[in-house]
């Protein structure tokens, strides 16, 4: 059985950085991209960053560029999120997730179709 735990969520001020963590088993990570999604209240979850199996590649959404950053530890089966800079924007419940197709080349990391396993989630606050 394959399982996803985040860790890491909390309370921050503005200005504040946080590292997110998010550990997988019961499936070979390093095989796999990884995915972070967020949802804050009353919105639709959206992409936020992306690793691709070898951790060769990323991609980010837009209002995170130039203040996230994934990588992942193949050997531990984790990927982190650090985030810097954070603003109350950033308040969100965040996931991770495993792509679908192993050794995968395709560049659509924001489709969560993409993606077949979720963790259950963090709560980040950011307070201003």
């Known amino acids: 059985q394959v399982q996803l735990v985040e860790s890491g969520g909390g309370l921050v001020q503005a200005g504040g950085s946080l590292r997110l963590s998010c550990t997988t088993s019961?499936?070979?990570?390093?095989?796999?991209?990884m995915g972070w999604f967020r949802q804050a209240p009353g919105k639709e979850r959206e992409f936020v960053a992306a690793?691709?199996?070898?951790?060769?590649?990323?991609d980010y959404a837009g209002s995170v560029k130039g203040r996230f950053t994934t990588s992942r530890d193949n050997a531990k089966s984790t990927v982190y999120l650090q985030r810097n800079s954070l603003k109350p924007e950033d308040t969100a419940v965040y996931y991770c997730?495993?792509?679908?197709?192993?050794?995968?080349?395709?560049?659509?990391?924001?489709?969560?179709?993409?993606?077949?396993?979720w963790g259950k989630g963090t709560q980040v606050t950011v307070s201003s």
């Open positions: 019961g499936r070979a990570f390093s095989m796999y991209d």
């Open positions: 690793i691709r199996w070898n951790g060769r590649n990323t």
């Open positions: 997730a495993t792509g679908r197709r192993p050794y995968y080349t395709g560049s659509d990391y924001s489709e969560q179709t993409r993606y077949d396993y």
